[in-house]
């Protein structure tokens, strides 16, 4: 039985019970929410991986994408990305590599990353094609599923399927957008569908996709190939017809007895976010929700990281589970180790400030904690508690000081000083 | 006659017509907002100085704060700070120097500055106090007011003044808050009125800084001393009680035919910033307003810039005017002359993403064009159009790359080039 059939049978697992712990919430209550779908668990199939709880009601998750790509394949790199992305706080990896020997990065990955650990099987299928000297197009359906399977086996947490980009929204896309088709599995599904005139196979024959899935408790991540890649492309009738077909495929998992999330945008405008989460939510039933951003315009690259920790602070607040970082390189090339760092704190404080927001039980006590040792000008303290120690002591001792206890913006004047000596 | 007079008594002034030229709106229109206050004109001071509107209808501006503190008080360093935020495009500048030969940074400020300058006088005044031994609370009214006056006499724009800190208010807040009083200006004026046992003077001479506001044309910009400086303190009795004699100093400063705009926090949860807006607008008759951040959480020093940009994107949307940037170092020490670039982007990215979320005509122009030449694979043309052009060129010619037009996140699977090629 898959986790997801464990709970709908009333029974609470182990794993179960260490996610409701984590997360400080009853496990009977956790278990409802897996049950109806609305919360999925990952991360039980490598015994040192930590189990994770993403959806409703629970804290806000990041992920941190790393791997190679054709023009940058040094697995030591990645492997150090892997593990600043894990101690900078990113509940899970995604490794999305297309570059080097890529089973081989993979399974060091998956050998060392102590949480869950996601891919997009497509990649490694089409990688394989194309070292052969073929086509994508030449790739056939045993091979977009021996990649998925093989990967389930090794012990992959979770899998991106681009299994909603059906044939009649590949054939319409083409012309109607300013950006086009951003998602790489998503355009290699859309080369293939083109050129082959058939349907995509993911979604042909997605029982043979859920029994991979069920026997293995792979969680699936239905991918959305059309996302929007540019503001004046957002919540078009290429992405909202995508996510219908989701739900679609939604209920389907949940009849098989397979947990789904449901990925999302993308470049959003910030005013519709709240719609686009209000809509997922509706038409997946209440599937716990996976966005990429959402970037809240396209003019500023070198700065992703913030245009997404804005649409993502959004988004979580309006209900999106699980945010993927982007990082500063984003656009622009693949990301150093710095980036993913800096990545992974600006999802952060967009998830903490989306659960602010939504009002999760408890997500303000952090703060309260922070700004109480702050207004008692307890530095050590302040700083302790806070998302990035190292980063915040660094900068609090860059420069001289004039007197200890204070930082060097007010000095003398510190208002928290005065505030505090005009009560006492 | 101020410039609120002129289009109050129905004329176009050439100042009014360049706003209105810059901005892409109609003069008569514009000329409407500005005499109902929903709209204000600064940087009429100094010839040398553009000049800007705040307010409704008009593309959200942000400001960057520079200046000396005691114990960081170099000229040279706030002069680049200055420079270097102005290039990458701050609209206002506010020196809010405590440091050194305060009157002579501004002076050097006010003669250099190609774009409106606001101060805080009462730091003058306490810093003056202070310099001869005597307390804060030893500060009479002639003092205060003369460093208004002698300030707007030099040319300063707009400045800020915490009017509606009242002694009723004054009184209660200590104690009912986890961070007390976190504006330098309000807490001087706490304090003052704490050991004097007498209404904020700025108050109760209301009158008389609005004479000094009418004769130079200068823009008061109603301070909050009590703004919230934790969430815990977010939108609370104190918060919204200034909010509301700041609302009645509005009506009386229109009655005597000065503009002002209304400053607003500080830290605020997400969730909170819709009502936070709307209850200024409406308590303050439509003023232009001026947040500094908000900040949406208290635990990420070191990355205040992105908290800030999440909060003053949504702000943005639901209706700020003006955006008080903040830098990384927020909380922990002066800025850099770094922190302040990064802190100037974080602040436009925010007030852009908030213009196209709030339906600012012809926001999104600027995205359509960097994703059109995106989509067409024109690196150069869509780096050109960015928001930090030399910063976007430097990371994507980071990395070799294999193939000329592609960057090195996806290289030869860049999903761009592949649905070109399936458009094709």
Not at 39 to 62: D, F, N, P, Q, Y
Not at 175 to 186: D, E, M
Not at 202 to 213: G, Q, S, T, V
Not at 280 to 307: N, R, S, W
Request: aromatic share 6%; glycine share 12%.
């Amino acid at each position: 039985m898959t986790e997801y059939e464990t709970a709908r049978a009333g029974k609470i697992s182990e794993a179960l019970r260490r996610v409701a712990s984590d997360e400080g919430i009853d496990a009977e209550r956790l278990r409802g929410l897996v049950s109806e779908g609305r919360v999925v668990l990952t991360g039980m199939a490598r015994k040192h991986s930590r189990i994770i709880g993403i959806g409703e009601g629970l804290k806000t998750k990041v992920n941190a994408n790393i791997g190679t790509s054709p023009d940058h394949a040094d697995p030591e790199v990645e492997l150090e990305k892997m593990r600043v992305a894990v101690s900078a706080g990113a509940d899970a990896i995604m490794d999305l590599s297309t570059g080097g020997d890529v089973p081989a990065i993979r399974k060091r990955i998956l050998d060392e990353c102590a949480v869950p650990v996601g891919t997009v099987p497509i990649y490694e299928a089409i990688v394989g094609v194309t070292r052969q000297g073929r086509e994508i197009a030449d790739c056939n359906v045993d091979e977009f599923f021996g990649a998925v399977e093989r990967q389930a086996r090794e012990g992959v947490d979770f899998m991106t399927i681009h299994c909603g980009l059906v044939k009649r929204l590949a054939d319409t896309v083409a012309g109607t957008r300013t950006a086009g088709v951003v998602s790489r599995g998503g355009c290699f599904l859309l080369q293939w569908i083109a050129k082959n005139h058939r349907e995509n196979p993911y979604y042909e024959y997605y029982d043979r996709l859920l029994d991979i899935a069920h026997e293995y408790d792979v969680a699936l991540s239905l991918g959305d190939g059309l996302r929007p890649g540019a503001i004046a492309d957002s919540t078009d009738g290429a992405q909202i017809g995508e996510l219908m077909v989701i739900g679609s495929l939604v209920e389907r998992a949940r009849r098989r007895g397979v947990a789904v999330f449901v990925e999302g945008p993308g470049h959003v405008p910030i005013n519709e976010i709240p719609a686009n989460m209000l809509l997922q939510k509706k038409l997946c039933a209440g599937a716990p929700f996976y966005v990429l951003g959402p970037l809240v315009t396209d003019v500023a690259p070198g700065y992703d990281h913030i245009t997404a920790a804005i649409g993502g602070a959004v988004a979580a607040w309006h209900g999106a589970d699980f945010l993927c970082y982007v990082t500063p390189a984003e656009h622009l090339g693949l990301p150093t180790v710095q980036d993913v760092h800096d990545g992974v704190m600006g999802a952060r404080i967009a998830a903490h400030a989306g659960d602010i927001g939504k009002g999760l039980a408890g997500a303000a006590d952090w703060d309260r904690k922070v700004s109480a040792a702050r207004a008692g000008l307890d530095w050590e303290k302040a700083l302790d508690a806070s998302i990035d120690p190292p980063k915040a002591k660094k900068m609090f001792d860059r420069s001289p000081r004039g007197g200890e206890e204070l930082c060097t913006m007010c000095g003398e004047f510190c208002a928290i000083r005065g505030s505090r000596r005009s009560r006492e």
